[in-house]
Nanobody
Framework: VQLQASGGGVVQAGESLRLSCTAS????????MAWFRQPPGKERQFVAA????????YYSNSVEGRFTFSRDNAKNTVYLQMNNLTPEDTAVYYC???????????????????WGQGTLVTVSS
């Protein structure tokens, strides 16, 4: 599976962005998908994930209520709608995929074998 993330950019606090991650090489049906981010000088951290069935969506505490994860299996694409952005959301955002991730492991970086190249989101105050 090859993943291509896009949609990053520079915005001001309070604005919105939508990230996209398009997969090639196989369908995303039955594949767990996730977004992680790596703020400057920090380790990569979990943001949001969708289970293999797409029936469950999970968020980190820091983004719940502001970010929305969605998936369009017909387009083989997942999205991360990010609203009310703050400077603390500044990071490189990565999408990840794996067909064998169980629900209890969705938040774990090590559970995913396939990663996109990352897209930079910068939020100015």
């Amino acid at each position: 599976v090859q993943l291509q993330a896009s949609g990053g950019g520079v915005v001001q606090a309070g604005e919105s962005l939508r990230l996209s991650c398009t997969a090639s090489g196989r369908t995303l049906r039955g594949v767990a998908m996730a977004w992680f981010r790596q703020p400057p000088g920090k380790e990569r951290q979990f943001v949001a994930a969708s289970s293999r069935t797409g029936g469950g969506t999970y968020y980190s505490n820091s983004v719940e209520g502001r970010f929305t994860f969605s998936r369009d299996n017909a387009k083989n694409t997942v999205y991360l709608q990010m609203n009310n952005l703050t400077p603390e959301d500044t990071a490189v955002y990565y999408c990840a995929a794996d067909a064998s991730v169980i629900t209890s492991s969705l938040r774990q970086e090590s559970a995913y074998d396939y990663w996109g190249q990352g897209t930079l989101v910068t939020v100015s105050s």
